[in-house]
Nanobody, 124 residues
Framework: QVQLVESGGGLVQAGGSLRLSCAASGRTFSRYTVGWFRQALGKERELVAADSWIGGRTYYAGSVKGRFTISRDNAKNTVYLQMNSLKPEDTAVYYC?????????????????WGQGTQVTVSS
C-alpha cells in the first residue's frame, strides 16, 4: 500500500513561510487525491487543503485561502504545501493523506493512507 512521509516542518515567526513535502511510495501516485490535515493542541483534526488527481479540483479551508497552496510533482511522487504569511493559529501537527477514491475533495471525507505528521510552530 501507499506509504507517506512528511517533512519540512519547523519553527518560524509570524509572517514567515514554510514548505511542507509529502513523499509517497508507488508508481501510480498521479491517480491519488492527496489532502493536508492539521491538528492543533486540544483541537480536532481538520482538512487544510486537498488536490484531486483530476486536474483543477482543489479544496482550501477558509482560514488558509490566499496563504497556502497545494501542489504536486507526479514525477517525484511528492505533494507540497506552500504556507505563506503564517500565523500563530497555524501551529499544529500537519499530516498528509491519500485516497484512491475521492474525486471532488470535501472537508469530511475519509482517506486511506496517512503519514506520521510534521510539527509546524509559528511564534508571535
Amino acid at each position: 500500500q501507499v506509504q507517506l512521509v512528511e517533512s519540512g516542518g519547523g519553527l518560524v515567526q509570524a509572517g514567515g513561510s514554510l514548505r511542507l513535502s509529502c513523499a509517497a511510495s508507488g508508481r501510480t501516485f498521479s491517480r491519488y487525491t492527496v489532502g493536508w490535515f492539521r491538528q492543533a493542541l486540544g483541537k480536532e483534526r481538520e482538512l487544510v487543503a486537498a488536490d484531486s488527481w483530476i486536474g483543477g479540483r482543489t479544496y482550501y479551508a477558509g482560514s488558509v485561502k490566499g496563504r497556502f497552496t497545494i501542489s504536486r510533482d507526479n514525477a517525484k511522487n511528492t505533494v507540497y504545501l506552500q504556507m505563506n504569511s503564517l500565523k500563530p493559529e497555524d501551529t499544529a501537527v500537519y499530516y498528509c493523506a491519500a485516497s484512491s477514491t475521492i474525486v471532488v475533495p470535501t472537508p469530511t471525507q475519509s482517506y486511506d493512507y496517512w503519514g506520521q505528521g510534521t510539527q509546524v510552530t509559528v511564534s508571535s
